[in-house]
């Protein structure tokens, strides 16, 4: 059974740092394209990153780029998330996702 | 803003069919697959449709995706209560290097 486990969500000041862990299982994760996104209280869908499975390749959202860091362990089937310079409009719950599969339950991070 | 356009609302009576729209260019959906997905209030969302058209394991065939040039279209057939839900419709962006995902349609059953 494939899951998708995050964590490190919590109440961070502006311009503080935090840092989300994705714990994969069921499925070949070395090999999958591995994404967050994130959607914030009453709002739509906002991918946020992606780090490619097949060549490790990294792409992030023009709200993110420069703050947030992508990164993936392969020996423990972690994805994480560096957060840095958070803001208030990073306020949201959290997805770690493949997108052609699964998603996690979320984590919220609150910039206050 | 966002870059797939999707109409905010739609409702129907049970039984009946709802298509949901995703309008796009021709830098995401024009060269890419697009998938679906849906949410409930407070979840986390799922996969319904993935490769414009493709049905993962377990997803009734009420639920149907399909793609001509810069559109994409969810149809739900067989309306049920259970339905009621959030859905977006994604894909990448060749342009902009990113997945971009639509504002999210509104399905209420009457």
């Known amino acids: 059974e494939v899951q998708l486990l995050e964590s490190g969500g919590g109440l961070v000041q502006p311009g503080g740092s935090l840092r989300l862990s994705c714990a994969a299982s069921g499925f070949n994760f070395d090999r999958s394209d591995m994404s967050w996104v994130r959607q914030a209280p009453g709002k739509g869908l906002e991918w946020v990153s992606v780090l490619s499975g097949r060549n490790g390749g990294i792409n992030y959202a023009d709200s993110v780029k420069g703050r947030f860091t992508i990164s993936r362990d392969t020996s423990k089937n972690m994805l994480y998330l560096q957060m840095d310079s958070l803001r208030a409009d990073d306020t949201a719950v959290y997805y770690c996702?493949?997108?052609?599969?699964?998603w996690g339950q979320g984590t919220t991070v609150t910039v206050s | 803003q966002s870059v797939l356009t999707q109409t905010p609302s739609v409702s129907a009576a049970p039984g009946q069919k709802v298509t949901i729209s995703c309008s796009g260019s021709?830098?995401?959906?024009?060269?890419?697959?697009v998938a679906w997905y849906q949410q409930f209030p407070g979840t986390a969302p799922k996969l319904l449709t993935d490769e414009n058209s493709y049905r993962p394991s377990g997803i009734p065939d009420r639920f149907s995706g399909s793609k001509s040039g810069t559109t994409a279209t969810l149809a739900i057939t067989g309306l049920q209560t259970a339905d009621e839900a959030d859905y977006y419709c994604g894909t990448w962006d060749s342009s902009l290097l990113a997945y971009v995902f639509g504002g999210g349609t509104k399905v209420t059953v009457l």
């Open positions: 996702a493949n997108l052609h599969h699964s």
């Open positions: 021709s830098s995401n959906i024009g060269e890419n697959f």
